[in-house]
């Protein structure tokens, strides 16, 4: 009964992400919408991690399994796979790496201006 | 008797029991390679190579499980909001290096692709390559991309994220824990966060956090592409 209860919060939640989707004027994943949605429920208080909570760990713990039929699905684009193998390989690693070193030194840079800006005010 | 294989029973089933014996061998070897579900779909595939199962049939059940997508992403606002006291205490770093992330994961992909003169489709399939699966796949459907490429492309991302990590906070100098958890989340999702974990808890907890946040900002990126 309690399972069942916690269960229907999150998927009465995901459908009227669904539905909020559907009249947004801009194409939006309703998956991503219930995310927020659920997010802005527990900050509010309307929801309780409690009431939500062995269902939604169990859910995050195992969401590979909810990818398990689209990985399958991959026989079906062998030939693709085939045709772009080397380019898809380097586009996957380059931009790794690129993503990695601009957030890592924006970051680092964004850490030293606050760190700055507390020496200077303490300093004044 | 292959018309039988249409019960959505059956494909459901094979997907439990493959993902058990997934989770089964990956427990055995305790590898990152060992993925609980690439062992599972090459159990599925060769199950329907050696019966001759149509793919169509087996996806009658399996669609059921898919439909778990939506309130497992759902689910991934707990884990956010328990950080939410990091967030907080951070949040201007937080928000520098997780919009850094997606614009330049979402440029240099599209660039790279341009240059490479790769289809639009393709494109479409690997802009959300960075970002976790649960929002990658929808993403890619909404932009008119392949989803089972956009999995490969996390897949190989992360994998790649999670070894080579280590070495880039190093060779890059990266001596502050905030900047190498966030740079890990945002350029390998949770496959690299597995990773961050093991080297220490604030980059683990920051590179959660990132996966979470880019994921986001990659959606509103999207609005405009």
């Known amino acids: 009964m309690k399972l ?31 995310m927020i949605i659920t997010f802005l429920l527990l900050l509010s208080g309307l929801v309780k991690v409690r009431q939500i909570e062995p269902v939604s760990d169990f859910l995050v713990k195992n969401m590979a399994f909810v990818f398990l039929p689209s990985t399958v699905s991959i026989v079906s684009y062998l030939d693709v796979f085939q045709s772009i193998l080397w380019q898809f390989l380097l586009i996957c690693i380059v931009t790794t790496f690129i993503t990695f070193v601009c957030t890592a030194y924006s970051v680092k840079l964004t850490v030293y201006l606050i760190n700055k800006r507390k020496e200077k005010t303490e300093n004044a | ?42 159990i599925i595939i060769a199950v329907l190579a050696v019966f001759k199962i149509p793919l169509e049939n087996f996806m009658i059940g399996a669609d059921f499980v898919a439909m778990f997508l939506a309130p497992a992403t759902a689910a991934l606002a707990v884990s956010m909001y328990r950080q939410f006291d990091v967030i907080k205490k951070n949040w201007l770093p937080i928000v ?62 992360g994998i790649f994220g999670a070894i080579s990590s280590p070495y880039l906070i190093k060779l890059f100098k ?20 597995s990773k961050a974990i093991e080297i ?3 980059e683990g907890t920051l590179s959660g956090i990132a996966v979470g946040l880019c994921g986001l900002v990659t959606v509103f990126i999207a609005i405009f592409l």
């Not at chain 2, 790769?118 to 690997?126: F, K």
């Not at chain 2, 990266?174 to 966060?193: E, F, K, M, R, V």
Request: positive net charge.
């Open chain 1, 4 to 34: 069942f209860k916690k269960t229907l919060i999150l998927f009465v939640v995901c459908f009227i992400s669904d539905i909020i989707a559907y009249f947004l004027p801009f194409p939006f994943p309703g998956s991503v919408l219930a």
């Open chain 2, 174 to 193: 990266i001596d502050n824990p905030i900047a190498s958890g966030l740079a890990i989340g945002a350029s390998c999702h949770a496959l690299g966060t």
């Open chain 2, 96 to 157: 520098v290096g997780c919009v850094v992330g997606a614009v330049s994961a979402v440029v240099s992909i599209v660039v790279l692709c341009k240059f490479l003169n790769m289809p639009q489709d393709i494109t479409a399939s690997l802009v959300p390559k960075s970002i976790t699966t649960a929002i990658a796949s929808k993403l890619s459907e909404q932009l008119g991309g392949i989803v089972p490429i956009t999995l490969a492309a996390v897949l190989v991302t």
């Open chain 2, 1 to 42: 008797m292959l018309e039988l294989t249409k019960e959505p029973f059956f494909g459901f089933s094979l997907c439990m029991f493959s993902y058990i014996i997934g989770i089964k061998i990956n427990q055995k070897t305790k590898s990152a390679l060992a993925n609980p579900m690439i062992i599972a779909a090459i």
């Open chain 2, 200 to 202: 220490g808890e604030i």
